[in-house]
């Protein structure tokens, strides 16, 4: 069974940064893609970014892309978000998840694990 430990999240003026980890114990961590997703209120849970089992590999969403980055330190078992120029539509609840396969898909059935979430504020 995995377990996965969101940390980081908080309030942030716009234009700010924030750093996101996600530890995870249970299992050969290392051998899995990751990703992150968020949910805002009053919406679904949408996909921001994956990561592939060795790091060689990232995908973002649109909305995110060029601001924020994903990266992972599998000897820590942590996977990260480092986000930049934070807008206030970034404000959601923030999961980090386990993909079934080595690559990490960009919808939810892909994940087998989620964390609780780390909740991320942009203030305006």
């Known amino acids: 069974q995995v377990q996965l430990v969101e940390s980081g999240g908080g309030v942030v003026q716009a234009g700010g940064s924030l750093r996101l980890s996600c530890a995870a114990s249970g299992r050969t961590w290392g051998s899995y893609g990751m990703g992150w997703f968020r949910q805002a209120p009053g919406e679904e849970r949408e996909f921001v970014a994956r990561i592939t089992w060795n790091g060689g590999s990232t995908y973002y969403a649109d909305s995110v892309k060029g601001r924020f980055t994903i990266s992972r330190d599998n000897a820590k078992n942590t996977v990260y978000l480092q986000m930049n120029s934070l807008k206030p539509e970034d404000t959601a609840v923030y999961y980090c998840?386990?993909?079934?396969?080595?690559?990490?898909?960009?919808?939810?059935?892909?994940?087998?694990?989620w964390g609780q979430g780390t909740q991320v504020t942009v203030s305006s």
């Open positions: 998840a386990v993909d079934q396969g080595l690559v990490g898909g960009i919808t939810e059935s892909s994940y087998a694990y």
